[in-house]
């Protein structure tokens, strides 16, 4: 049972560019959307977040958006820099389980 | 930087020992969370601890695993009679208070199971 999809495993852009990943999900509790970030070896590191009164929001190069009838999230990140090439992963809070739910993230890859 | 820490950074375990893991979380932080990451997965919640309590353990397997997040000292998550399945990344995370509020992860603790 798979309440988030990241439908791409790897993404690859060019420096400067804007990149876009993307996460669907079927859980109509999560109330609560983060994006996190992770380098190899490391744990994750968070990124941006928002609730689900907003359908945006923005800090610097990243901005989240939120699509709720679509049950749609997303992270643009512009312009792409070449230390942003990492593995990102969506998560949703308050799908009935203290814990975050993850996606299985999306390798994004920074070409110069 | 009083981060999330986790230690061992790397622990290898042959087949029915047990394996102990530790998290300290950040400083002013009283609630813990434990997942786990198999290869080329997301990570999965386990179980989730304040101080001496255990909130929600859904994500727990049934046997072998238990947490515990004692009044003084890091939180432990143990796995006893350890089994090739349970070779995976092991991440500790925290927060300010429970609900919504942001999650800060540890390193993780790589676990092999021989």
């Known amino acids: 049972d798979q309440q988030v999809k990241q439908n791409s495993p790897s993404l690859s852009v060019q420096e400067g560019r804007i990149s876009i990943l993307n996460c669907d999900y079927t859980n109509s509790m999560f109330d609560y959307f983060l994006w996190y970030k992770k380098y190899p070896a490391e744990g994750p590191t968070f990124l941006i977040s928002?609730?689900?009164?907003?359908d945006k929001n923005e800090d610097g190069r990243f901005t989240v958006f939120l699509n709720k009838s679509a049950k749609h999230l997303s992270l643009h990140i512009v312009p792409s820099q070449p230390g942003d090439s990492a593995v990102y992963f969506c998560?949703?809070?308050?799908?009935?389980?203290?814990?975050?739910?993850f996606g299985k993230g999306t390798h994004l890859i920074i070409q110069p | 930087n009083a981060g999330v820490m986790q230690n061992p950074r790397h622990l290898v375990r042959r087949r029915g020992q047990e394996a102990r893991l530790r998290c300290s979380p950040m400083?002013?932080?009283?609630?813990v969370y434990w997942y786990r990451q198999l290869p080329e997965e997301g990570l999965k919640f386990m179980v989730y601890l304040q101080k001496e309590n255990i909130i929600d353990e859904s994500g727990m397997p049934k046997e072998r695993f238990s947490a515990e997040f004692p009044k003084e000292g890091p939180s432990i998550l143990r796995i006893q009679q350890v089994v090739r399945g349970d070779s995976a990344a092991y991440f500790c995370?925290?927060?300010?208070?429970?609900?919504?509020?942001?999650?800060?992860f540890g390193p993780g603790t790589r676990l092999t199971v021989l």
């Open positions: 995370a925290s927060s300010l208070t429970d609900g919504y509020n942001e999650q800060f």
């Open positions: 400083k002013g932080h009283s609630h």
């Open positions: 998560a949703f809070s308050g799908g009935g389980a203290d814990g975050l739910t």
């Open positions: 928002i609730s689900s009164i907003k």
